[in-house]
């Protein structure tokens, strides 16, 4: 059915895929955990898996849809559908061909974007950004990601625009997946959280973080486990969000005074879980930083949830 389309949203620990129809409405959807072995065939196939899960639920065959928006980490080209230096999913090294081979596991036409861009682009049209014509999107989940929205166009510079999470807070400090020190994700990504709080733990530093991801049956210190553990009043927990919410707040500032735009758009898995409940202390650390403080961007919850990467994703299909 060429009305309907379908969305891969590719994290590092969840697949999302959705069928939507012409008016942004999900008629099928499915959630598949991110393969930690196997490398990029592995994480290809269960992709293709969570979509033929959701087109059947939507009642259509993956060969009838109008074609397949994939919203991927790393370096994700829109003309050739390569995607090279995905970091943050498992056993990602190099380059590979999403776009070939998902077409021949579909039977429909695939375009690649990059995840945050495209998650960007959906608040823009269907969510929280839609009263706004200039805005950035902060997806705080495993790294932390950007996507730039400019008087209601996206853009993607020359391919690698929006990567907020790699602009430096603290010259010369830790160190992040990229290799470099001091980037804004080396603190306040999910996954540089649970190295930080792994190493201040073996160095005598208390915490339940581990002792709840064991408790709860998850792998890796999920937005979930980090909710419980300050509800729980665990300390480091505590520290180690504030720390990121600094370094937040710092990051999106600089941004914010280079492009001045109207809005901050925080999801993620990270950001919509803690958004509103770190909203003043993050407006707070970036007010510190502003050169316009008297004018302050507005800043908002990412509106479509867990479904924005992967209905944004479905939108490379119409929108390009």
Known sequence: MPDLHGGIDLGGTKIQAAIVDAKGEVKGEARHPTPTEGGPPQIVEAMAAALTEAAK????????????????????????GVVSSARNLPGWEGSFAVAETLEQALGTKVRVGNDVQVATEAEFHLGAGREFETLIGVFWGTGVGGGLVLAGKPWLGRGAAGEIGHMVVHRGDARCTCGRRGCMEAYAGRMAMEREAHHRHQHGHGTDLFKLMEKHGKPRLTSGIWERAIDHGDKLAAHLL????????????????LIDPEAIILGGGMGIRFGERFMEPLTHEMGKHLFADDRPPAVRVAALGDLGGAVGASLLVTNR
Do not use: F
């Open 242 to 257: 504030d720390r990121a919410v600094e370094a937040l707040g710092t990051g999106i500032a600089s941004a914010v005074n």
């Open 57 to 80: 639920q939507a009642g259509v065959e993956t060969a009838a849809l109008g074609g397949v928006g994939v919203g991927s980490p790393g370096d994700a080209n829109e003309k050739t």
